[in-house]
Nanobody, 125 residues
Framework: QAQLVESGGGVVQPGGSLRLSCVAS????????IAWFRQAPGKEREGVSC????????YYRDSVKGRFTISRDNAKKTVYLQMDTLRPGDTAVYYC??????????????????WGQGTQVTVSS
């Protein structure tokens, strides 16, 4: 059974850092692009970042460019989202998702095959 499990969320002050992890199981991770999404209360879900299955090409939404870094470790079937210089506007539940796409292209748009349960990130003083 395919599964994605996120961890690493928490409460942090503005300007602080967190590293989210997304561990996959039950599917051939190497052939999937992985994306991070987030949803704040009362707002629509938005794509934050994505990493391709081939050549680790990345995508970031404008508001996180230069602050967030996505990476993957295929041996550990894990994708990371390093979040630095966090802002209150980054507060949301963060989800990782996988899409079967063996390519050097990645976008948070499209029909993702698997989703995690989410991890809460709260940025507050």
């Amino acid at each position: 059974q395919a599964q994605l499990v996120e961890s690493g969320g928490g409460v942090v002050q503005p300007g602080g850092s967190l590293r989210l992890s997304c561990v996959a199981s039950g599917f051939n991770f190497d052939y999937y692009a992985i994306a991070w999404f987030r949803q704040a209360p009362g707002k629509e879900r938005e794509g934050v970042s994505c990493i391709s299955s081939l050549d680790d090409k990345t995508y970031y939404r404008d508001s996180v460019k230069g602050r967030f870094t996505i990476s993957r470790d295929n041996a550990k079937k894990t994708v990371y989202l390093q979040m630095d210089t966090l802002r209150p506007g980054d507060t949301a539940v963060y989800y990782c998702a996988a899409i079967h796409l063996y390519s050097d292209y990645c976008t948070p748009h499209g029909e993702f095959d698997y989703w995690g349960q989410g991890t809460q990130v709260t940025v507050s003083s």
